[in-house]
């Protein structure tokens, strides 16, 4: 009986150890901006071209448009959409009718595996202003070993198992607003943490098997980007940037831990840690601003590192060997600063102009890729020297590309409204 366990558990560990190295092989993309919201991978040899008839090794529709990014694990890709309503500006159709998709996609040939629909439980605003520029279905999955997590505003935060089952569905506030909701949830040892600030106001972490609210932080104002995980004097924080406040909190209780002055508007842009040394971005004037982790209580005369006026709206930063990337999302122009002084490096306008960048870039091989909305992509030297290296189109392709791109397997995953793009040499 004992010989009996002794080889079970020795099979059980080979079959793990054999499922991780699969997964390890694809570099898994699990959450939005990819390992430690970085979104950087260490991976070569990736396109730099690409267009309708080159280098796209398969295409897939989908079954609804969306603004979310597709996160990757294995040899599956799981990415968000809505269906139902809000399909065409023209006729958007019946608001009753709207669900929320979670998809499963064969990561070899790009065939759809399961469609899991959720219908909306609560009253969405109507399909027109800033909503009709992205949709219902803008937050990326998190995702884990044990199941799939979504965040699809007012109608909650729900789980998913790996084979489509819902596990649990959990509201998270009920109230809406017209630039819509775009938060990510965030995973966190037994956690899964949400920003709901549009819906209730509050940061919520939530228990990862059932879905019961474990703590919930309130003041979390005009915040709609997804929190970063950042570890100071070796504790674990959580940072999300709000109107006027970067604030951190104990991602295991929610027990608030620091606050710092910061960009008195409404943010989108997520914080990007690197070490531990957050970096904020974000309002209408385009600000950017470094702070020092670890602090307590207000630490804005003693951790904060430098402030400069230049940022971006929407789109989130990228950091790659000490320097600070990001693009304006209605200028046309991309930026490089120094991370320890916020020195500007360079601030150059892409040619062709590529009118509103949404999504965030990624660095990889040596690249930065940003994706414009419809005026196609841009492949930047990863330099404080600005080098076009490459602008793709896919000229058959009128969809609107607001999801950032995921590189994993030494391929680039881009979507867009209508689909799903495998973009290999």
Request: charged share 15%; proline share 5%.
């Amino acid at each position: 009986m004992q010989r009996a366990t002794v080889v079970c558990v020795s099979i059980a560990l080979s079959f793990a150890l054999l499922l991780s190295a699969s997964v390890s092989l694809a570099e898994n993309w699990t959450q939005f901006r990819g390992p430690g919201a970085a979104a950087r991978s260490d991976e070569t040899g990736l396109p730099t071209t690409w267009d309708a008839q080159t280098n796209v090794v398969w295409k897939t529709a989908l079954p609804g448009p969306g603004a979310s990014s597709p996160v990757t694990y294995g040899d599956r890709i799981y990415v968000t959409c809505y269906s139902g309503y809000g399909l065409n500006s023209r006729e958007p159709g019946d608001a009753d009718q709207l669900q929320r998709n979670l998809v499963s996609i064969n990561r070899q040939d790009g065939q759809i595996i399961w469609d899991s629909a959720q219908p909306a439980t609560s009253p969405q605003k109507p399909y027109q202003g800033f909503i009709a520029l992205h949709g219902y279905a803008s937050g990326t999955p998190a995702m884990d070993e044990d199941g799939i997590y979504v965040f699809y505003g007012t109608t909650g935060a729900a789980a998913y198992s790996h084979d489509g089952k819902q596990l649990w569905l959990t509201p998270c506030g009920t109230k809406t607003h017209g630039f819509g909701t775009g938060t990510s949830p965030v995973l966190f040892e037994n956690l899964v943490i949400v920003n709901a600030s549009v819906e209730s106001g509050n940061l919520i972490g939530l228990d990862k098997q059932t879905g019961k609210e474990i703590w919930s932080q309130s003041g979390i104002n005009s915040s709609w980007n997804t929190p970063a995980l950042v570890q100071a004097n070796g504790s674990w924080e959580l940072v999300v940037n709000t109107k006027g406040k970067v604030l951190a909190f104990d991602p295991a209780t929610g027990t608030k831990l620091w606050s710092c002055d910061a960009i008195n508007d409404y943010i989108v842009p997520s914080i990007l840690a690197d070490g531990d040394i957050v970096y904020a971005i974000g309002g209408r004037k385009n600000t950017c601003l470094a702070i020092r982790a670890g602090g307590r209580g207000d630490v804005t005369g003693s951790h904060k590192l430098w402030e400069i006026g230049k940022g971006s709206n929407v789109s989130s930063p990228v950091i790659h060997e000490g320097h600070l990337y990001w693009a304006s999302e209605g200028r046309g122009t991309v930026y490089c600063a120094d991370i320890k002084t916020g020195e500007m490096v360079y601030e150059e306008r892409l040619d062709p102009r590529p009118g509103r960048i949404y999504a965030s870039p990624v660095a990889a091989d040596g690249k930065l890729y940003y994706v414009s909305r419809d005026q196609g992509a841009y492949v930047l030297s990863a330099s404080p020297q600005f080098e076009l290296l490459a602008f793709n189109q896919i000229a058959t392709d009128d969809s609107i590309f607001n999801g950032s791109p995921v590189v994993s397997d030494g391929q680039i995953l881009l979507r867009s409204d209508k689909y799903l793009y495998c973009i290999d040499e």
